[in-house]
């Protein structure tokens, strides 16, 4: 029985309920008075219920699906502006005890080389990664009790928070750990992570029990609960994904939806962000053999229907995505994406070869960060390396208070600006830094607020002087 309240996985994520929300925007498709509704809707930027968005993805009316990309651009630019910001994964173990049968590090593949980060290495990874101009981080390691303990994720995040080198730092690190319970999400949340990251691979309960034939996430319900132990654990900010491929796009697309919904109708605050992986070529991994594979065209409509769905949701694109399709999804809504990335334990230091991949996936997008960042600036989009917020106090329903006022726009631009000219000084190509810095005195004329463009005037002189790490 369907109840966003309730906390067991079967009953907020309802099978017969997603099945009836698909079968009902099959049947409204083409019902131009209803999409024109759910449209208007969407457009007043306070959401829509997955059954509202559900008609949408389905809309086989191409004037409207042209109106509802125009509504996702405009809906991230009233809440965010042109910001997008940055960060990179770093992996620290592939020791994995699950068998998820489309990730490479599946306890049962013997090719791979499996590798733990030292301190001493996290330390090199860390140093290599902000010598790039990295400030935000996704902590990656495979679930393993006696390999990656809780205890030594802590002391990675300890090591990653106390390196300071030449003008760098790791300001706030997200975590990608699996599933656990409410004690260590506690202990997460005192070593002062940002986000806590877990995605839920397939909504599908039968399919996800198939893809996840043996090991501690082969649990259903233990898996997809474990936001809300996060939240218990007072891990206010939570990071929702699937993995686009697994299972029927729609029905993945409705029932996370319906776990947005879930999160707010019990904690009072839906996720702080939502990621759309697709399956990506690993070793020992063929995507083409699973059969729910998604064109970018579809790709493109799935990210335009979560923005107008969740307009305060941050929304993050990989590298596992090409330049061409990130290019085709910035303008829908993306807020976050990773630049320069390594998917392999170690690769930030050192690049493995060719023939020892341990790489989690294959990279799409090559490019280097300073490359990235060129490249959004050429695209009018601001690249930020802002971690203001949490540091600031601002997460869970204080962040989201904020945001669904559009106030946080106010924070997010000038941050934008300083984080930017952070990185100009101190890490870009002349080119990349000229472009920059013009692009700075013309964002700046943006600020509506005097006494806040004053003040972020006053902060990039002290930067360009030296100082670092100034926020609003
Ligand atoms: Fe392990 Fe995560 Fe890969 Fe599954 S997806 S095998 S849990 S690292
Ligand atoms: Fe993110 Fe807050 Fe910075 Fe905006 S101000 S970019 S929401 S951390």
Not at 42 to 57: N, P, Y
Not at 276 to 292: K, L, Q, S, T, Y
Not at 383 to 411: H, V, W
Request: aromatic residues 8%; glycine residues 6%; hydrophobic residues 35%.
């Amino acid at each position: 029985m369907y109840n966003p309240q309730s906390l067991r996985a079967d009953e907020f994520i309802d099978h017969s309920e997603v099945l009836d929300t698909l079968s009902y925007a099959t049947e409204h498709a083409r019902d131009a008075e209803l999409i024109d509704s759910i449209i208007a809707k969407a457009a007043q930027k306070k959401g829509l219920t997955h059954r509202e968005a559900s008609v949408l993805l389905a809309c086989e009316l191409p004037e409207k699906v042209e109106q509802v990309y125009r509504l996702a651009n405009q809906i991230k630019h009233d809440f965010y502006g042109n910001r997008i910001v940055m960060f990179a994964p770093l992996y620290l173990s592939n020791h994995c005890i699950n068998s998820c049968v489309y990730c490479p590090y599946h306890s049962q593949n013997k090719n791979i080389a499996r590798k733990k980060l030292s301190q001493e290495e996290v330390a090199r990874e860390v140093i290599a990664l902000q010598d790039m101009g990295h400030k935000r981080l996704a902590l990656e390691a495979g679930e393993h009790p006696t390999m990656n303990p809780i205890e030594y994720i802590l002391e990675c995040i300890k090591t990653i928070y106390s390196i300071k080198h030449k003008n760098g730092a790791i300001r706030r690190v997200n975590v990608n750990i699996a599933a656990t319970t409410v004690e260590e999400y506690v202990m997460l949340k005192d070593a002062g992570i940002g986000t806590y990251i877990l995605f839920q691979e397939t909504y599908h309960k039968q399919s996800y029990e198939k893809l996840h034939p043996a090991g501690p996430k082969h649990d259903y319900a233990w898996h997809t609960e474990a936001m809300d132990r996060a939240m218990q654990g007072g891990i206010d900010d939570v990071g929702l994904g699937v993995l686009f491929g697994l299972e029927g796009y729609r029905y993945e697309f409705a029932a996370l939806l319906m776990h947005a919904e879930h999160l707010e109708a019990v904690h009072g605050v839906g996720p702080h962000t939502i990621s759309v992986p697709r399956i990506r070529r690993a070793d020992d991994i063929n995507p083409d053999v699973f059969d729910n594979g998604i064109s970018d065209d579809t790709f493109a409509r799935i990210c335009a229907c979560i923005r107008v769905s969740v307009p305060y949701t941050g929304m993050i694109v990989s590298t596992r995505e090409s330049k061409a399709v990130r290019e085709k999804v910035l303008p829908l809504g993306i807020s976050q994406i990773s630049g320069g990335s390594r998917t392999s334990v170690g690769g930030y230091y050192e690049p493995e070869p060719e023939e020892d991949n341990s790489a989690q996936f294959d990279v799409s997008d090559r490019r280097t960060l300073d490359e990235v960042v060129r490249w959004l600036m050429e695209q009018g989009h601001v690249p930020s390396f802002c971690t203001a917020c949490y540091r600031e106090g601002r997460t869970g329903d204080r962040f989201m208070s904020l945001c669904k006022s559009q106030q946080i726009l106010n924070c997010c631009h000038p941050n934008a600006l300083l984080t930017l000219k952070e990185y100009l000084q101190d890490y870009a190509s002349p080119q990349t830094r000229q472009m920059g810095l013009a692009m700075i005195e013309q964002e700046l004329k943006k600020i509506p607020s005097d006494k806040v463009r004053n003040k972020a005037v006053e902060y990039l002189a002290a930067i360009e002087s030296g100082q670092r790490d100034f926020r609003f």
